[in-house]
């Protein structure tokens, strides 16, 4: 079982910056991707960012370009960081961590979430 708590949302204006972190613990060892997923309101749930414990970094056509994921594997956190944010960036991100290899794989242990908020 993998524990995931994230921390950084928050409310920015238009072309502003945040990081997200999200840090893992219990069966760590297992962790083979860590990423962050997001929900807009009154869509589904969207892979914003992934990254592999090798470093294999996936990204959204949406983001790609502005957002940047890394991973520090010796505290097992991994950062979302969000530049030139936009309105449409706003929802719910979630981080998740787990043992697939795939890219295409859904999440199976998820955090609780963090609020971003993009004012226009």
């Known amino acids: 079982q993998v524990q995931l708590v994230e921390s950084g949302g928050g409310l920015v204006q238009a072309g502003g910056s945040l990081r997200l972190s999200c840090a893992a613990s219990?069966?760590?060892?297992?962790?083979?991707?860590m990423g962050w997923y997001r929900q807009a309101p009154g869509k589904q749930r969207e892979l914003a960012a992934l990254?592999?414990?090798?470093?294999?970094?996936t990204y959204a056509d949406s983001v790609r370009g502005r957002f940047t994921i890394s991973r520090d594997n010796a505290k097992n956190t991994v950062y979302l960081q969000m530049n030139s944010l936009k309105p449409e960036d706003t929802g719910v991100y979630y981080c998740?961590?787990?043992?697939?290899?795939?890219?295409?794989?859904?999440?199976?242990?998820w955090g609780q979430g963090t609020q971003v908020t993009v004012s226009s």
């Open positions: 998740f961590g787990d043992d697939y290899s795939s890219i295409y794989s859904y999440p199976h242990s």
């Open positions: 219990g069966s760590i060892f297992s962790i083979n991707r």
């Open positions: 990254i592999t414990k090798g470093g294999i970094k």
